[in-house]
């Protein structure tokens, strides 16, 4: 067995450095173990065209690695968003208005982007917890300036990977973690303990509703322990 494998029902040391990106609305540097991702939140007084009317806002998400990200130089995406790229950019804007009343942020829209710099496995769960902070942040500012009518956020958001690697459940897998996972789950929840985004998927292995309860349960205390890390670094949703 390989150390990756030592780890179990731990996950890996988070740190958060709030305001990373000083001309943002809201930044922020997560890294989880070796993982690090750049999220910033930018404003727009203004929706998208279907929106405009409506009285309500919109928060989407971008997404995107830097070419030295991974052990070998990626290209860079500059004509066309590849197909794993958008399904990960729908991800977090689905995972982060979840829990965003849209109708509260009034008709304008934030943008979150999530910009990781060196990967090692978990880069989308990442995203979805940098992307929650500098929205709540970015919100901040817009409830400084007094453009709110009230509180946006409804809960408190995460999410983390678990998976079966050498037939062990494992939370928080990191890259060669990954690449030796039979089962590979991506999971969203809120604070409160509902389900935001469950992504499973067998690598040439089958799984059971034994296996997926057991997988289940350890990404929900996973993310229960980063959801108390935001609470630590961001304090009360307000």
């Given at each position: ?32 173990g ?8 930018s ?13 309500t806002?919109?928060?989407?998400a ?24 958008q ?43 940098g ?21 946006p ?8 990977s ?29 604070g ?12 040439e ?19 229960l322990e ?13």
């Amino acid at each position: 067995m390989g150390l990756h494998t030592k780890r179990g029902d731990r996950i890996r040391e988070v740190k958060i450095v709030r305001n990373y990106i000083k001309n943002a609305d809201g930044s922020v540097l997560i890294s989880f173990g070796n993982t690090r991702v750049v999220c910033t939140a930018s404003i727009q007084e203004k929706v998208p065209p279907h929106l405009k009317g409506a009285g309500t806002g919109w928060v989407t998400a971008e997404y995107s690695m830097l070419p030295r990200s991974t052990g070998t130089r990626m290209a860079r995406e500059r004509y066309k968003v590849g197909g794993r790229t958008q399904e990960i950019q729908r991800l977090i804007g689905r995972s982060l208005r979840a829990v965003t009343d849209l109708k509260t942020l009034g008709e304008r829209s934030i943008i979150v982007d999530c910009d990781v710099i060196q990967a090692d496995g978990g880069t989308r769960t990442a995203s979805v917890n940098g992307g929650f902070i500098a929205l709540v942040e970015a919100l901040r500012k817009l409830n400084r300036e007094k453009k709110l009518t009230g509180w946006p956020i409804k809960d408190y958001l995460g999410a983390i990977s678990v998976g079966i690697v050498d037939g062990k459940p494992m939370v928080d897998l990191t890259y060669v973690d990954d690449s030796n996972a039979s089962v590979d789950m991506n999971v969203v929840m809120t604070g409160n303990g509902r389900f935001v985004e469950i992504q499973a998927t067998g690598e040439e292995y089958s799984f059971s509703g034994n296996e997926l309860e057991k997988l289940l349960e350890l990404a929900k205390s996973g993310i229960l322990e980063v959801i108390e890390i935001h609470k630590k670094k961001i304090g009360e949703l307000k």
